[in-house]
């Protein structure tokens, strides 16, 4: 008889330790840090000096 009400009580109290799911995780996204950048950025300063040199020449 000891058995028996043992054997019911750990069964009762694994279902209720198991009732229901159990939460999805939280999983935060990472952070993605991009330098900007400009791709006429390289062209420009060639450009201005080049503007500079002709208008040296030109006087």
């Known amino acids: 008889m000891k058995k028996l009400v043992l054997a019911a009580a750990l069964t009762a109290a694994a279902s209720t330790a198991f009732a229901g799911a159990p939460a999805d995780p939280i999983i935060e996204a990472p952070v993605i840090v991009e330098e900007a950048t400009s791709s006429s950025a390289g062209i420009l300063l060639p450009l201005i000096l080049l503007a ?6 030109a006087d």
């Open 52 to 57: 500079v040199v002709l208008a040296a020449a």
